[in-house]
């Protein structure tokens, strides 16, 4: 027997789609009517002219109509809203309502995002916290559940999750399914606590997204085979080909930390681009506001001489159908009217942007109402620091330390041996990693050549993928500073110098983000980057961002955690009690 | 918390993945290999090479590997199964089992079926018995539910199944949506009883299917945008590309009834393919095995110049796709291996089938299990006829009754007024249709023009869609002969002249299947149409095809009912009693 519910759901649903019916036949007025617009059409795979009828957030119809508002869309195109098939929301430094004011005027509509940055600091806390943080959005966000919490057994993170620990978000609506496979290496060793998660996902009929840079020949058939559907990490065409080939789908990520649009510009062609998507993985606020965001990607795409539509397409439809978003990614009836309207497919100018029929940008992004969050989600949020006030000699050590060597312009290092003592003019800095979870007292100290500081000293709470307190000084004191500071902030972005604060960026929600607009936030981290060069910071390096690698150990070849200096290649301390 | 049962679940799942993972590293040998295949690549469009590696039923890995049992596919062409979008199975007239032993040898290894015709003559209980009857078949059944039973309020069906009848089965795994929507004109016209059908597919996510000959227009949109997603009705291309560029799925139908694969082929192109599918609909017995199945389409469509990639994918990944049964349609890691080695992508003779790696045919079909059907259901199968014994008197008028005109090749139907008797020099036959369901005792009478027997009597228990006995005959004691031997048989089709059955193909499961094997079926059938014609038949009418519709009340536009002759096109009895 149906239960009432069912019953009654199904009644308002029918009631409603009555309406649509009659809309779409004529009889009734639209909502929404975009007169005289020229649409893409994902299906056919052309521009085609027509009104488009909007009723009850939907698509209904495309050709003759009258409705209650209507706009002349004469000369312009309309597209689907554009996708963002991987983002992690937290790099953006703002909240994701902040995020959703910034991606609007470029025509975004929906995002995936892995809330894999929050989960390392508040574990199935930070989950929650960001699916209420973007209910009600004017985008859609998405979500897939973090894989890998922490990064490596080394990582001293907020939290450790294993399949049990997620599985209650599987039934969450807004939960696509398990984010990126990380752990590849797990996965190709049998690693039973790895797979078991890929099984779950796979239990609930959830997609699975992989992040396996390079795999390739029966390694990667076993990655796949395991149940990995997707891949982002393809920095060249032969192994995206090889991926794509093998029945995974390619997200073509070009974002701030990475740029692969260009090497897989030979996938936009009608032989590969059903099997491809975009995404930005990373999105940093001067990018953001410089570049734009998935309206970037198919600009250059087009620019550099991809079909538009395929262009259009690929920044749509495709994540639409690989996630079974069925009802977004095309201009049709039924579709949800999420519709970016341009000023040309070349130009690509975001001029208005409906998310399900409500304007919410025409030049200005609409008010809408933010989110509400429970107060013990925001509590724990902006009280995620447990450190004591640290001195001078928290950062001292009389045994030898070792050498993190950095590289400009790359995320990866060499490890450099052991050094003694600070060293300006060989430029090697004393570095600490403080752990900032669960007030261990755990301080990894070693050295950093590279980074070019001068004077004072720099800390971040953002630090992969554990995000504990990452610090570089000149000496020591500017270090204890610069720290402490980052604690009383709640987190943050500080630049210290002589025992002042020269330069700082709040970052108050699990230390990553702050909840000022995107702008605000830009100006503040612009001002502390520059404050960091003024220091000394080499310019071949973002002060912070390429700090915030340096104590991720899934890549090589040395990194300082806080337990020491490790050699990721080998898992040995090179200084440090290790883990 | 987890259930204990979900977690063992898991646990087990994983174990057998670990394996898969070893197998496709090539640390461990694989249950099958497929040496030396050239495979067709859905993803790249293309023709690669290697080996294929089976473990667990699923396709592990492409490259170098070895089985325990090994095949040498030199010289062969591996193509993934295919797929029927949307068949009746009930049309093959035998039972699923003997249709998945006929179908085997043509490559097929999943069929979406619509159990419609069992459904107007057991309700739910022809649902279940259809679920049950094709549970661990060589082939995969997926169901849609049947939309419309009755088709009309005027079929005296055996069951009337609004959206709470159906709706227990949406659960079931094999269930993947509702079955083409034949009442588009309620759709359109809002009736509520309709359209909740659709919503409560939809609140089950879950498919619609479409069944919209020439709808168009804004009449399509609103079809459309109550959530039908394809049509596999459209015999033009105009129609079919407006459907595609309004995002419909086109099902590319060519079945033994109806034949659209020559006005379509023009969709078999790289703009419009992917999303275009083959399905039958309709396969009788001796067209399944005079010209095969889904494999017919594909070899048509590449003799008329369609890319054989193209054609391929859309036999197989492209209604896997539509149909969200992401593990199938490909020959890739992680994919069931569903797979149908063919000689040539010209002449796609199928000289192997596998089935979750399974070797199913291979010149011969493997013998496998039957399925275990409920004994309820098998009796409740075996006895649908609730007719006393008729007698001649049982089909005399003493009033004029409707003439039905019948146009060859045609199964549209002219109204030609009135007659007093059977005129056999005017090819004027008595016709009559019986109810068997319930045991009524309704007769509906009426005369046929242009059936041409000139002696004797046809009766059958196939007639659409509520499979009431039809007769028609030269004199009514053959008739009466006739449909009380169908009683008797509990099903099928009977020729009798003189007071003697001269030919008769029993179909005692709901009076629509035999048990028997397709070619024996075959073989009683043709008997049968032999006989017919030697009676007088008209040789551009199917004695029984083209007689089972003459009681399809959605067709224009004189038709025979249990309540007499009706025109379907003002709604009003010619003759008869009426509703």
Redesign the interface.
């Known amino acids: 027997m149906?239960t009432r519910e069912?019953?009654e759901?199904?009644?308002g649903?029918?009631t409603k789609?009555?309406r649509?019916?009659?809309?779409?036949?004529?009889i009734e007025p639209a909502d929404l009517v975009l007169k005289n617009a020229v649409y893409v059409?994902v299906?056919?795979?052309?521009l085609?002219k027509g009104d488009i009828?909007v009723a009850e957030g939907?698509?209904?119809?495309?050709?003759s109509y009258e409705g209650t508002e209507e706009y002349d869309a004469s000369g312009k195109i309309v597209c689907p809203g554009f996708v963002d098939a991987h983002i992690h929301l937290e790099s953006a430094v703002v909240t994701p309502d902040r995020f959703a004011a910034a991606v609007l005027p470029h025509g975004t509509t929906t995002v995936i995002t892995d809330p894999h940055e929050i989960a390392n600091v508040m574990g199935d806390d930070g989950i929650e916290y960001m699916l209420q943080a973007t209910a009600g959005l004017p985008i859609d966000v998405h979500f897939m559940l973090p894989s890998c919490v922490p990064s490596t057994p080394e990582d001293e993170s907020g939290a450790v999750l294993s399949?049990?620990d997620i599985?209650r978000f599987y039934g969450h609506p807004k939960v696509l399914g398990l984010a990126e496979m990380m752990d590849y290496v797990g996965?190709?060793n049998?690693d039973?606590s790895v797979?078991?998660k890929?099984?779950?996902s796979?239990?609930h009929h959830k997609k699975i997204d992989g992040h396996a840079p390079g795999l390739s020949?029966?390694?990667l058939?076993?990655y796949?085979?395991?149940?990995v559907?997707s891949d982002h990490e393809c920095y060249d065409l032969d192994n995206a080909?090889e991926k794509?080939?093998?029945?995974q789908f390619i997200m073509i990520r070009d974002g701030t930390a990475a740029h692969n649009l260009d090497a897989l510009l030979p996938l936009l062609t009608?032989?590969?681009c059903?099997?491809c998507m975009f995404a930005t993985d990373d999105k940093h606020p001067s990018d953001l506001l410089e570049n734009g965001h998935i309206d970037y990607l198919v600009r250059r795409a087009v620019k550099a001489g991809v079909d538009p539509i395929i262009a259009v397409k690929t920044a749509s439809h495709h994540a639409a159908?690989y996630f079974?978003l069925n009802n977004k990614g095309?201009v049709?009836?039924?579709?949800l009217a999420d519709l970016t309207v341009v000023d040309n497919l070349y130009d690509l100018n975001t001029e208005r942007v409906y998310k399900k029929g409500r304007l919410v940008y025409d030049g200005e992004v609409k008010p809408f109402k933010k989110p509400q969050i429970w107060e013990s989600l925001i509590a724990r949020a902006h009280s995620s620091f447990f450190v004591k006030t640290l001195s001078e000699s928290d950062f001292s050590s009389d045994s030898p330390l070792g050498v993190v060597g950095m590289i400009n312009g790359e995320i990866v290092t060499e490890s450099l041996g052991t050094a003694n003592k600070t060293d300006i003019e060989a430029d090697i800095l004393k570095a600490a990693v403080i752990e900032r979870h669960r007030g261990t007292g755990h301080i990894g100290l070693g050295f950093l050549k590279g980074y070019g500081l001068k004077k004072g000293a720099v800390a971040t709470s953002i630090s992969h993928d554990s995000h504990n307190i990452i610090a570089v000084g000149a000496n020591e004191n500017d270090m204890a500073t610069a720290v402490n500071r980052v604690v009383r902030n709640a987190g943050g972005i500080v630049v210290a110098e002589g025992g002042k604060i020269i330069a700082e960026l709040e970052l108050p929600v699990a230390g990553l983000m702050s909840e000022l607009p995107l702008e605000a936030v830009n100006t503040k981290l612009e001002a502390a980057k520059a404050a960091a060069y003024s220091l000394g910071v080499n310019r071949g390096i973002d002060p912070f961002m390429t700090l915030s690698f340096m104590s991720l150990t899934v890549i090589p070849k040395a990194r300082i955690t806080t337990f020491g200096v490790i050699d990721t290649e080998t898992g040995e301390y090179v200084s440090g009690i290790g883990r």
């Not at 649509?20 to 004529?26: E, F, N, P, S, Y």
């Not at 299906?43 to 052309?46: I, L, M, P, V």
């Not at 794509?244 to 029945?247: Q, S």
């Open positions: 149906l069912f019953e759901k199904i009644d649903k029918t789609k009555l649509i019916i009659r809309v779409a036949r004529g059409n299906f056919s795979n052309e085609c009828a939907l698509v209904v119809g495309m050709g399949y049990r599985d996965v190709i049998g039973r797979v078991e890929i099984i779950a796979q239990a020949g029966n390694e058939n076993a796949i085979s395991a149940g559907y080909l794509l080939r093998k029945g009608p032989q590969y059903s099997r159908r079974l095309a049709a009836p039924g579709y």
